[in-house]
């Protein structure tokens, strides 16, 4: 996974195309004009709401961010992929147990196995 819960309240910002590291990051962000966001509970930095407000609508290669760590500011070089991904995990799980009907107890127990890792 990419790591961070959503905890909410992290300052972040888009970096500047000049902007390569995090000390790139920590000079950006004594920039008046740097448009800083925190993030709400369940978001992560680089939510939509902060696209949406920095007018990217379309995939793109090399939006990085800056993210506020106390007491640095953190590199995160990255990418725009704006697309949507249905949510399967109910269908997913209808499948299985109609699947499992035929299976013999010892694949069942294989599968539990490998659900809970």
Do not use: Y
């Not at 004594?30 to 448009?35: A, D, F, I, K, T």
């Not at 640095?72 to 991904?85: A, C, K, Q, S």
Request: glycine fraction near 10%.
């Amino acid at each position: 996974t990419m790591g961070g819960s959503g905890v909410g309240g992290v300052t972040w910002f888009f970096a500047s195309d000049s902007t390569k590291d995090s000390e790139g990051c920590s000079k950006d962000s004594r920039v008046v004009s740097v448009e800083m966001f925190v993030t709400k509970v369940g978001e992560r930095p680089g939510a939509k709401s902060g696209l949406a407000s920095a007018e990217i609508h379309q995939p793109r290669p090399d939006v990085n961010l800056c993210i506020f760590r106390p007491p640095n500011w953190v590199f995160r070089p990255g990418n725009v992929d704006l697309i949507w991904i249905p949510d399967q995990s109910a269908f997913r799980k209808k499948e299985k147990e109609a699947s499992k009907e035929g299976d013999t107890e010892q694949e069942q127990e294989r599968d539990k196995v490998h659900d809970e890792g």
